[in-house]
């Protein structure tokens, strides 16, 4: 459990350390619970996509794609429940990078308020991250983890844009708007086969058939 003075910490995790951190196993078993949660909230209004976002904990990194060098998650932990808003508006919130060292032992799974990765790829020549794994249980969290994201894309230098696509029929769209990112117009028809597998996205189970849809926030 990382040591802060402040009420809320950005818990930084990079690829190698999910991958090689001795306390590998613990982790994942809380976070694939606490992003397979956040998911549900959409899975379960809108009863389009039927699979978990992540279905094992052994896949945690090749499911939501971070297992490329250059990928990252971040958590937003509360050590003070009663705190979480003063302290999102006020930023009082400490961001400490996990070592082979860290646990989140001790960590309660509504402590957690939301989590973002971001994994390098190229979208039109230019260098950008695709935001993934990304959930929000507090008001403000979701918000407050974009940004951040943002703004380590904005230090790293080399980084162009953000990139996310999400299912359309979810209506998040006017909330990434909302938030700086703007349609690419590119939207993907995507069919379900008898078996009930989404034929586009490899090991993605739905109800029907759906689109996806791209958007994008410039960073220059």
Known sequence: MPNSDNPITILRFSKDILEESP??????????????????????????????????????????????????????????????????????????????????????HDQILGTIAGKPMEFQLQKAWEVTAFTSIAKGAGKYLLRQVEQEAIIKGDVELLYITMVQEHGLVPYYVANGFKETGTVYFCQVDDDGYVKQIPGMKAAQDFHSVELIKSLK
Not at 30 to 52: A, F, P, V
Not at 67 to 74: E, I, P, Q, V
Not at 82 to 101: F, H, M, P, R
């Open 23 to 108: 306390n590998r196993q613990g982790i994942l078993n809380l976070l694939t619970e606490r992003i397979n949660n956040g998911y549900d909230q959409n899975r379960k209004k809108y009863n389009i996509i039927t699979s978990l976002r992540i279905e094992q904990d052994k896949d945690f990194l090749r499911e939501l794609g971070i297992h490329k060098d250059g990928s990252f998650l971040m958590i937003l932990i509360a050590h003070d429940l009663e705190l979480v808003q003063q302290s999102l508006k006020e930023g009082n919130i400490s961001l400490i990078d996990a070592t082979n060292e860290t646990t989140l032992d001790g960590i309660e």
